[in-house]
């Protein structure tokens, strides 16, 4: 299995509720990380799970939390969003930190109402 | 701070032509480099990754290479198809986990 599986592939959600986006890779990778993507845009790293330590981007706000349940899962908990927050959220995975490369799931278009 | 430049932002050709995509990038110290294709909406493909100790990959009628000492990396395509139609990003991977990328080239490949 060489696959970071997104769930789900499209949420739409009002700015009083509260969400989660799944990621789960089987790969055996030992980092795991969130990306957001506006339009047009490249990816910016928003959280990194590695060896067990969750390193944060301190731009990224507080409304946003990730929970690491095990090595391969990463959540991506969402509450009180804003409409700004509206974008294509990506998880991908690599085998450590120096990176055999990485591998990124398909996303999760995120629309906030 | 590593900054990464992606040359030309957009190029349409004619079906057939091989062509090339530029990416430049300022710090010379880096872990891999990453070469990335994405349809509009969807998640990234990796296409190739090179390591800092190699100077190019291949995969089909793809190439890419890399010069640390120029800051330089480019992605060849061959007998370019409109299924080759896509934005590519390139990414750098350095002291951290993290990957710096360029902006992309959007690439499309006219019937």
């Known amino acids: 299995d060489t696959e970071v599986t997104q769930t789900p592939k499209h949420l739409v959600m009002g700015m009083t509720n509260k969400k989660s986006l799944k990621c789960e890779q089987h790969m055996g990778h030992r980092a795991m990380y969130w990306y957001k993507q506006k339009a047009k845009k490249p990816p910016e790293l928003m959280f990194v799970?590695?060896?067990?330590?969750?390193?944060i981007n301190e731009s990224v706000p507080s409304r946003f939390s990730p929970e690491c349940p095990n090595s391969s899962l990463l959540n991506l908990h969402l509450h009180a969003l804003q409409p700004e927050d509206s974008a294509l959220y990506l998880c991908?995975?690599?085998?450590?930190?120096?990176?055999?490369?990485?591998?990124f799931g398909s996303g999760t278009r995120l629309t906030v109402v | 701070k590593q900054e990464v430049t992606q040359i030309p932002a957009a190029l349409s050709v004619p079906e057939g032509e091989n062509l090339v995509l530029n990416c430049s990038f300022t710090d010379s110290a880096i872990y891999n480099l990453q070469w990335f294709r994405q349809d509009p909406g969807k998640g990234l493909t990796s296409l190739l990754l090179?390591?800092?100790?190699?100077r190019e990959q291949t995969s089909g009628r793809l190439n890419a290479s890399l010069d640390k000492s120029s800051g330089r990396s480019t992605l060849y395509i061959a007998a370019s198809q409109p299924g080759d139609s896509a934005t590519y990003l390139c990414a750098l991977q350095g002291g951290s986990e993290k990957l710096v990328f360029g902006k992309g080239t959007k690439l499309t490949v006219n019937p």
């Open positions: 799970y590695s060896y067990e330590k969750l390193s």
């Open positions: 090179i390591q800092s100790s190699q």
């Open positions: 991908a995975s690599s085998q450590d930190r120096t990176g055999a490369g990485y591998t």
